[in-house]
């Protein structure tokens, strides 16, 4: 998902399409932004085949953007990076690729990320726990988006995310985990960043 943000996307994409482990699609919901980034998107989705689908519409917001991408997701697997957000290496995704395979049984799995500044400067680093829906319910997000894959077959049986403008996410994988007790997995690694920025919608949330 992304709306106006042209300069995180650009760096976005270039972090994904730099991954080791090649075989994904990224798809991309634009919120109809005036910035220059249809141009970066139709420049890249030119070069890169990585690039499956886009679009830019006016939407609903985050919530309707992401549940838009995850419906014209072909995969097994899935994750959303927010166009901000980013892997903390290049092989990232082999990471997690080995950690699915070795584990068939599990629905999501989830690693720990660093909290980031705009210049991309470790604020700090944050290690998560296995999580379950007591964890979600007593301590508020012990996962997030930058560092989770889930099986695409939980959205057959949980649905889309609620389009509420913030916390949709920690809805929807409440859902997951009520849904899947037991069938999380935790890589203790650092495989995600969230940017920390004037512009984000949660800054002071």
Known sequence: PTFNQIFFLEHCLQNILRQKYSNYEIILIDGGSTD??????????????????????????????????????????????????????????DIFFTAIKKNPNKKLFIANIDLVNNNKNIIRNIKFV????????????????????????????????????????YE???????????????INKTLGCYRIHDDQKTKDQ
């Open 36 to 93: 220059g980034t249809i141009n970066l998107i139709e420049r890249y989705s030119k070069k890169y085949s990585q690039i499956t689908y886009w679009e830019s519409t006016k939407d609903n917001g985050q919530a309707d953007a992401i549940n838009k991408g995850m419906k014209k997701c072909s995969g097994d697997w899935i994750a959303w990076q927010n166009c901000d957000d980013y892997y903390a290496s290049t092989n990232v995704l």
């Open 130 to 169: 296995t999580p379950n829906l007591l964890s979600l319910v007593y301590e508020g997000m012990t996962l997030t988006n930058q560092a989770a894959f889930w099986s695409r077959s939980v959205q057959k049986e949980i649905g889309f995310m609620e389009n509420t403008r913030i916390n949709f996410d």
């Open 172 to 186: 929807w994988f409440m859902r997951i985990l009520l849904k899947y007790p037991g069938k999380v997995f935790h």
